[in-house]
């Protein structure tokens, strides 16, 4: 070696090669060899102890920079859409990097919190240190737990409103936040897993009182990560969004475009109508037009609106709120097709013949004048022949609407979906919050014509974008596993049914299964467990078809102020059919898989907060009848226990083994059923019950039953302890005598 290398060229080279910084890496660079070894210690602790290397066991990192593969925690992505990561792992006084993470085609999509180990490489930009390419994703951020906080003499604790859940978090009075004792809180695990006592946490928010009107819906708002406050940006851009004229539009306002949704819905995204056709070719034929709110045109892509619309994914429904996927401005003025108002929308001309096939169809961009927002009850009761002053005017419309539809079920019928008859519940609120009543929701044809015609204007889009060649989400739905027909087969049996064997199960052939059951006692144990074999829709860029509405192909168009895949797919149309720049960008194409990745995601997580808040009704409702007897059937079986539908409220209980009369219960997995071993009575899925109340947890919407009758005979009476189990003994002495048994054989 010539001359021993400045201290800063040493520190340039650790900069620039990152992956070797051992000191042997390093004397190997500048050729540093036998005692000229010791001067480099020397001068490598120098460099540390100034700040400027960190020493992690054999290798230097120059101060504040990141080893090439890292794992990073993902942040909220900024007002451009751009998505930044951090270290996990931050000692350093420098400034931490700004990292920009790159995603690339087929990568999953990522949410703030995620965990992932990223391959890092400099930046040409001066404002971005590193930027991070997907390795894996490894993990989620801390956890999240929402309950009540309760003090203590030893500090705080909190109890999770999580049923599935019995665990408590001890609080530090450094991470109370100065919570009250009763308050609902939401707070985070800080420290590693602890092997003995509780887990420790720290409290980020507090919600407030639990028990205050309509707030039942904030715990599982705040324990499912919904986000319910739209930022400052995204309320400035939605304020700012001005209403529509006609331009290069279609003016669909001399049609009679009426809107039918249930009476306290407060946007109305569809429209319809239909009209004899006029064709001597298609006689007795109808033109059906849908015409859907042209939501694209005020959320454009990139902007502030759209990337809080896809972080929420869809709006969500609760018996007390709605947190919607756009806010007010939008949602319930601009967008919405009011009544006596001129609204932009994207609509389809669908012609349909005698027999109700389509036969050809049209999409516009256009404007159109609602004459009037029914309801459901309105518009059955007009096609019923009952008018009020809303509907008299349309008197004509409806008849030709309905008429439509009577046409469109001849073609249902030939197709075939899976028709599943199951009652939706129906809990209303007094101004106070309290439960007043729990019903089921009467279904009418008024129901099924917009199910029917949304169906079709779906089946419509999907069709033109394929014709057109643009990429779309579809709506895929897989055909139900082997297993799950196993078990459909096997409560089919129990009821003295058939689902045929050997053979690829059609819709058809579940919906004879559906039609058997209809009027028995088991219908609803049948609908229901037909439901329980489906496997759970998912948005995907590949078209996998819908095996549940028998259709090759299907996307959502008709609900883009709800839902992010209908905003994708009409940005879809506007780009197909060249109507403008507000389209569906380069951008939003590459990413489509992560995108329906990730609103698959927070669909089923707005269905958990929406059933876990419903169950909190319940219980909270039927909390001041314990001890009340009640009709119900056996809706599932497990190891622990089993649960049990009240067939008056539709509420899910749960019983116990332990609670589950006298003797041993064996749990059979081949056929989801419990034996018991001195009785051989024999409980499966679909058994009448009549049950009593034990307790009813508001808090966690947990109920715990007590089985009175079972299959119309009486169930014993279970005894303080569980029942003794065969061949087990029970005792001290009886345990002393086995072993002393064993040991002399």
Request: net charge neutral; hydrophobic share 40%.
């Given at each position: 070696?010539?001359?021993?290398?400045?201290?800063?060229?040493?520190l340039?080279?650790?900069?620039?090669?990152?992956?070797?910084?051992?000191?042997r890496?390093?004397?190997?660079?500048?050729?540093?060899?036998?005692?000229?070894?010791?001067?480099?210690?020397?001068?490598?602790?120098?460099?540390?102890?100034?700040?400027?290397l960190?020493k992690?066991?054999?290798?230097?990192?120059?101060?504040?920079?990141?080893?090439?593969?890292?794992?990073?925690?993902?942040?909220?992505?900024?007002?451009?859409?751009d998505?930044?990561?951090?270290?996990?792992?931050?000692?350093?006084?420098?400034?931490?990097?700004?990292?920009?993470?790159?995603?690339?085609?087929?990568?999953?999509?990522?949410?703030?919190?995620?965990?992932?180990?990223?391959?890092?490489?400099?930046s040409?930009?001066?404002?971005?240190?590193?930027?991070?390419?997907?390795?894996?994703?490894?993990?989620?951020?801390p956890?999240?737990?929402?309950?009540?906080?309760?003090?203590?003499?030893?500090?705080?604790?909190?109890?999770?409103?999580?049923?599935?859940?019995?665990?408590e978090?001890?609080?530090?009075?450094?991470?109370?936040?100065?919570?009250?004792?009763?308050?609902?809180?939401?707070?985070?695990?800080?420290?590693?897993?602890?092997?003995?006592?509780?887990?420790?946490?720290?409290?980020?928010?507090?919600?407030?009182?639990?028990?205050?009107?309509?707030?039942v819906?904030?715990?599982?708002?705040?324990?499912?990560?919904?986000?319910?406050?739209?930022?400052?940006?995204?309320?400035v851009?939605?304020?700012?969004?001005?209403?529509?004229?006609?331009?290069?539009?279609?003016?669909?306002?001399?049609?009679p475009?009426?809107?039918?949704?249930p009476?306290?819905?407060?946007?109305?995204?569809?429209?319809?109508?239909?009209?004899?056709?006029?064709?001597?070719?298609?006689?007795?034929?109808?033109?059906?037009?849908?015409?859907?709110?042209?939501?694209?045109?005020?959320?454009?892509?990139?902007?502030?609106?759209?990337?809080?619309?896809?972080?929420?994914?869809?709006?969500?429904?609760?018996?007390?709120?709605?947190?919607?996927?756009?806010?007010?401005?939008?949602?319930?003025?601009?967008?919405?097709?009011?009544?006596?108002?001129?609204?932009?929308?994207?609509?389809v001309?669908?012609?349909?013949?005698?027999?109700?096939?389509?036969?050809?169809?049209?999409?516009?961009?256009?404007?159109?004048?609602?004459?009037?927002?029914?309801?459901?009850?309105?518009?059955?009761?007009?096609?019923?022949?009952?008018?009020?002053?809303?509907?008299?005017?349309?008197?004509?419309?409806?008849?030709?609407?309905?008429?439509?539809?009577?046409?469109?079920?001849?073609?249902?019928?030939?197709?075939?979906?899976?028709?599943?008859d199951?009652?939706?519940?129906?809990?209303?609120?007094?101004?106070?919050?309290?439960?007043?009543?729990?019903?089921?929701?009467?279904?009418?044809?008024?129901?099924?014509?917009?199910?029917?015609?949304?169906?079709?204007?779906n089946?419509?889009?999907?069709?033109?974008?394929?014709?057109?060649?643009?990429?779309?989400?579809?709506?895929?739905?897989?055909?139900?596993?082997?297993?799950?027909?196993?078990?459909?087969?096997?409560?089919?049996?129990?009821?003295?049914?058939?689902?045929?064997?050997?053979?690829?199960?059609?819709?058809?052939?579940?919906?004879?299964?559906?039609?058997?059951?209809?009027?028995?006692?088991?219908?609803?144990?049948?609908?229901?467990?037909?439901?329980?074999?489906?496997?759970?829709?998912?948005?995907?860029?590949?078209?996998?078809?819908?095996?549940?509405?028998?259709?090759?192909?299907?996307?959502?168009?008709?609900?883009?102020?709800?839902?992010?895949?209908?905003?994708?797919?009409?940005?879809?149309?506007?780009?197909?059919?060249?109507?403008?720049?507000?389209?569906?960008?380069?951008?939003?194409?590459?990413?489509?898989?992560?995108?329906?990745?990730?609103?698959?995601?927070?669909?089923?997580?707005?269905?958990?907060?929406?059933?876990?808040?419903?169950?909190?009704?319940?219980?909270?409702?039927?909390?001041?009848?314990?001890?009340?007897?009640?009709?119900?059937?056996?809706?599932?079986?497990?190891?622990?226990?089993?649960?049990v539908?009240?067939?008056?409220?539709?509420?899910?209980?749960?019983?116990?083994?332990?609670?589950?009369?006298?003797?041993?219960?064996?749990?059979?997995?081949?056929?989801?059923?419990?034996?018991?071993?001195?009785?051989?009575?024999?409980?499966?899925?679909?058994?009448?019950?009549?049950?009593?109340?034990?307790?009813?947890?508001?808090?966690?919407?947990?109920?715990?039953?007590?089985?009175?009758?079972?299959?119309?005979?009486?169930?014993?009476?279970s005894?303080?302890?569980?029942?003794?189990?065969?061949?087990?003994?029970?005792?001290?002495?009886?345990?002393?005598?086995?072993?002393?048994?064993?040991?002399?054989?």
């Amino acid at each position: 070696m010539k001359k021993f290398p400045p201290k800063e060229d040493i520190l340039t080279w650790i900069k620039d090669n990152p992956t070797k910084t051992s000191k042997r890496d390093i004397g190997r660079a500048f050729g540093i060899k036998g005692a000229a070894r010791i001067d480099l210690k020397r001068i490598l602790k120098e460099l540390t102890a100034e700040g400027h290397l960190a020493k992690k066991r054999r290798t230097y990192d120059a101060k504040g920079a990141l080893p090439p593969v890292s794992v990073l925690r993902v942040l909220a992505p900024d007002k451009d859409g751009d998505l930044w990561a951090a270290p996990m792992e931050w000692d350093s006084e420098e400034t931490m990097p700004k990292i920009l993470f790159m995603a690339a085609k087929g990568d999953p999509a990522l949410k703030q919190g995620d965990q992932i180990l990223c391959r890092l490489s400099s930046s040409d930009d001066p404002e971005i240190t590193y930027e991070a390419r997907l390795i894996r994703r490894i993990g989620t951020g801390p956890q999240k737990i929402v309950g009540l906080y309760r003090l203590g003499s030893e500090g705080g604790r909190i109890v999770p409103v999580d049923k599935k859940s019995n665990i408590e978090w001890q609080v530090g009075k450094a991470d109370d936040l100065n919570a009250k004792d009763g308050e609902l809180v939401e707070a985070e695990q800080i420290g590693p897993k602890a092997r003995m006592g509780l887990p420790k946490a720290k409290i980020i928010e507090i919600l407030g009182d639990p028990m205050a009107p309509k707030s039942v819906s904030l715990i599982a708002i705040h324990q499912h990560g919904i986000p319910d406050h739209f930022p400052d940006a995204v309320i400035v851009e939605a304020n700012a969004a001005k209403a529509v004229g006609l331009e290069k539009r279609k003016d669909l306002r001399g049609l009679p475009l009426f809107t039918i949704d249930p009476s306290d819905a407060r946007d109305h995204d569809d429209a319809i109508c239909a009209l004899p056709d006029d064709d001597p070719k298609n006689d007795g034929g109808h033109i059906v037009w849908v015409a859907i709110a042209d939501v694209a045109h005020f959320v454009t892509s990139g902007s502030a609106l759209d990337r809080e619309a896809r972080n929420r994914g869809n709006s969500s429904y609760f018996p007390d709120r709605v947190v919607p996927m756009l806010p007010d401005a939008l949602s319930g003025d601009l967008c919405s097709l009011h009544e006596g108002e001129d609204r932009a929308c994207i609509a389809v001309r669908i012609v349909l013949n005698a027999k109700g096939k389509k036969l050809n169809h049209e999409f516009f961009r256009a404007l159109m004048r609602s004459p009037a927002s029914l309801s459901y009850e309105q518009a059955q009761a007009a096609a019923d022949g009952t008018y009020d002053a809303a509907t008299k005017p349309l008197a004509g419309p409806i008849a030709d609407l309905f008429a439509a539809y009577h046409a469109a079920t001849k073609e249902r019928n030939r197709r075939q979906p899976l028709h599943l008859d199951l009652p939706e519940r129906k809990i209303v609120l007094s101004d106070e919050g309290v439960v007043t009543s729990v019903s089921f929701k009467e279904r009418f044809d008024a129901h099924k014509l917009v199910e029917e015609f949304m169906v079709t204007a779906n089946v419509c889009a999907a069709e033109t974008l394929e014709a057109k060649k643009w990429p779309l989400l579809y709506r895929v739905h897989e055909e139900p596993s082997p297993e799950k027909l196993d078990m459909l087969r096997e409560v089919a049996d129990a009821a003295g049914l058939q689902l045929a064997k050997g053979q690829t199960v059609r819709t058809q052939d579940l919906n004879k299964l559906l039609d058997a059951a209809k009027g028995s006692e088991d219908a609803e144990v049948i609908n229901m467990t037909v439901l329980r074999s489906m496997k759970q829709a998912f948005y995907s860029p590949d078209n996998l078809g819908h095996f549940g509405l028998n259709l090759k192909r299907y996307g959502h168009f008709t609900s883009p102020i709800r839902r992010y895949a209908d905003l994708i797919v009409h940005r879809a149309l506007i780009s197909a059919h060249g109507w403008g720049n507000d389209g569906l960008k380069s951008g939003d194409i590459e990413h489509l898989a992560q995108t329906g990745e990730w609103i698959s995601e927070t669909e089923r997580r707005s269905m958990l907060a929406e059933r876990d808040t419903t169950d909190r009704y319940l219980a909270a409702f039927l909390s001041e009848q314990v001890g009340a007897e009640f009709e119900g059937r056996v809706s599932g079986i497990a190891k622990f226990g089993l649960f049990v539908k009240l067939l008056e409220t539709g509420a899910d209980g749960i019983i116990p083994l332990s609670q589950l009369g006298r003797e041993y219960w064996r749990y059979i997995e081949r056929d989801g059923t419990l034996k018991g071993e001195d009785s051989g009575r024999v409980i499966s899925v679909g058994m009448p019950c009549k049950v009593s109340l034990v307790e009813a947890t508001a808090m966690t919407g947990g109920l715990t039953l007590e089985m009175l009758e079972l299959n119309g005979k009486p169930m014993p009476k279970s005894s303080s302890g569980r029942g003794r189990p065969r061949g087990r003994a029970f005792g001290k002495n009886k345990g002393k005598k086995r072993k002393l048994q064993r040991r002399q054989q």
